[in-house]
């Protein structure tokens, strides 16, 4: 017996290629840290951990595994979600980066996918492009409150969105305009700045695990390349964006394929690189990861053709 027994559906090598998986994590903060928490214990085994900011007071409504005594370490975000995940799985794979995530793109480049949690919108837009570059499959969760003028009450919605080349980008889908790039040095909402409450972060960030577990795990036959769900806090409900029904099957003409691929790639390379950024200690399962990123690669590839690889 072993502690993932009861998500033996989820398919035979499912424990396995969950604990060689390394996924990066970019915001640490309310959705991140719901993230960390809940891919641990589903068992993925490896993490790059992204956030160049420390817990703040403001902070306890909605950081999992934030404590009052933090506040006056001033502990960081990224230290909080490895104590997170070490409570659950001790053996766990973590690299740390307290910095901004373009410091960390050599790290990033080798996760088997990045799932966002920054407020920025230019955050969004540029790790976005980063992600299709290197081919990684990249999903983004975001919340926002709003003030409802007729009813003087406030909505609270969010939205969480799977993306890769030949795939709806954020621009497609409208998260990303040239009119919120220019309004972002406003203020964040309407309710203060960067309302934030934990239980729609915690709804968006089981949609954005959901997703994942069904691009690495066989637990369903039909897995989605592509996604843009939106949630409404108000009525409790997480719809397919019509946005999204209007641009699939259509191609994304903010990247453009020739463009996809690291032009230094070197596939007799990967091997190396994997075993150089692995540390002393890794399970064995952390031996797949060189399987799982050449899958992911070819798998764009496959669609793909004139892409530099």
Not at 101 to 126: F, H, N, P, T, Y
Not at 191 to 220: D, E, F, I
Request: charged fraction near 25%; proline fraction near 6%.
């Amino acid at each position: 017996m072993t502690w993932l027994d009861r998500q033996s559906f989820l398919g035979e090598a499912s424990d396995d290629i969950l604990a060689g998986l390394t996924v990066g994590l970019v915001g640490l903060g309310g959705g991140g840290s719901h993230l960390a928490q809940q891919l641990a214990h589903v068992g993925v085994g490896g993490f790059v951990l992204v956030d160049g900011d420390t817990i703040s007071l403001t902070n306890l409504n909605r950081l999992i595994g934030g404590h009052f005594a933090d506040i006056r370490r001033n502990t960081r975000k990224v230290d909080i979600a490895e104590r997170l995940i070490k409570g659950v799985n001790p053996r766990a794979r973590i690299e740390k980066h307290f910095k901004e995530w373009q410091e960390a793109a050599d790290s990033l480049k080798l996760c088997d996918a990045i799932i966002s949690s920054v407020d920025s919108v230019r955050g969004k837009d540029e790790l976005e492009g980063f992600s299709r570059r290197f081919l990684i499959p990249f999903i983004d969760q975001g919340m926002d409150v709003h003030h409802l003028e007729e009813t003087g009450e406030y909505l609270v919605a969010g939205q969480v969105v799977l993306s890769g080349p030949g795939t709806p980008c954020l621009r497609c889908l409208g998260i990303v305009t040239e009119e919120a790039l220019e309004e972002e040095g406003r203020t964040y909402g309407d309710a203060g700045s960067k309302p934030q409450v934990v239980w729609p972060n915690g709804v968006l960030a089981s949609t954005a695990v959901g997703l994942l577990m069904q691009l690495v795990t066989p637990w369903h036959r039909n897995p989605v390349d592509s996604a843009c769900l939106e949630y409404d806090a108000n009525l409790n409900t997480m719809l397919e964006s019509e946005r999204f029904r209007r641009r699939a099957g259509k191609p994304c003409p903010h990247y453009d394929a020739k463009d996809l691929g690291d032009p230094t790639f070197d596939i007799r390379k990967l091997p190396q690189q994997v075993s150089a950024h692995a540390k002393p200690g890794k399970p064995a399962p952390a031996e797949l990861r060189p399987l799982l990123i050449l899958t992911r690669m070819f798998r764009w590839l496959g669609k793909h053709p004139n892409s530099r690889m």
